[in-house]
């Protein structure tokens, strides 16, 4: 079993940039494929990014957030980022990590196994 907890998320201004962590216990994540999704109101939960699991770290993003989203790994803290600059306001959601025990990332919800209970970002203009 895996838990995540995120944390990091807050208000910033459109242009400013925020990280927020994806911190495991239960298991080593270094294995797991993980995966940056966000919820708006009213919408549905969209695909930000993933990491694949493994000794090589591969990342994809959705074209909304390529050239401003970074995912990173840091294995000796059990821990995901997602570091976010040039930040809009249309970043505003609620924003999730989720861990699938294949090591190859997934842009599909249901490939996930683990979630985080979610982190609140707030863009203002």
């Known amino acids: 079993q895996v838990q995540l907890l995120e944390s990091g998320g807050g208000l910033v201004q459109a242009g400013g940039s925020l990280s927020v962590s994806c911190a495991a216990s239960?298991?080593?994540?270094?294995?797991?494929?993980v995966g940056w999704f966000r919820q708006a109101p009213g919408n549905e939960r969209e695909f930000v990014g993933a990491?694949?699991?493994?000794?090589?770290?591969?990342?994809t993003y959705v074209d909304s957030v390529k050239g401003r989203f970074t995912i990173s790994r840091d294995n000796a803290k059990n821990t995901v980022y997602l570091q976010m600059n040039s930040l809009k306001p249309e970043d505003t959601a609620i924003y999730y990590c989720?861990?699938?025990?294949?090591?190859?990332?997934?842009?599909?919800?249901?490939?996930?196994?683990?979630w985080g209970q979610g982190t609140q970002v707030t863009v203002s203009s």
């Open positions: 989720a861990a699938s025990w294949r090591p190859l990332y997934s842009r599909s919800a249901h490939d996930y196994d683990y």
């Open positions: 239960g298991r080593t994540l270094s294995s797991y494929a």
């Open positions: 990491i694949s699991g493994g000794s090589v770290d591969i990342t």
